[in-house]
């Protein structure tokens, strides 16, 4: 997981991952770009906004290599 935080004065509700992907390119293709690698991976974007600022959050599961037994190095 990768957060980003930042303490501006956050932005407007309508401008969600969501809208960012679904309406207009207000927020140009940056959003949208992240949403779609996220997804590629598995993962998922988030974006958290209020008056007390801006969060990004990229999650991407990891996967962890099942161990069989009886395996010699």
Same mark, same amino acid.
């Given at each position: @997981?990768?957060?980003?935080?930042? !303490?501006?004065?956050g932005m407007p509700a309508q401008? #969600? +991952?969501? #809208?960012?992907?679904?309406?207009?390119? $207000? *927020?140009?293709?940056?959003? %949208?770009? @992240? !949403? !779609? %690698? @996220? %997804?590629?991976?598995?993962? /998922? *974007?988030?974006?958290?906004?209020?008056? %007390?600022? &801006? &969060?990004? $959050?990229? #999650? +991407?599961?990891?996967? +962890?290599? /099942?161990? &069989?037994?009886? &395996?010699?190095?």
């Open positions: @997981m990768l957060e980003v935080i930042d !303490e501006g004065h401008y #969600s +991952v969501e #809208s960012a992907l679904d309406g207009p390119r $207000v *927020l140009g293709v940056g959003l %949208r770009g @992240m !949403e !779609e %690698r @996220m %997804r590629q991976l598995g993962g /998922a *974007l988030e974006l958290i906004s209020s008056a %007390r600022g &801006t &969060t990004v $959050v990229a #999650s +991407v599961p990891l996967e +962890v290599p /099942a161990i &069989t037994a009886g &395996t010699s190095s």
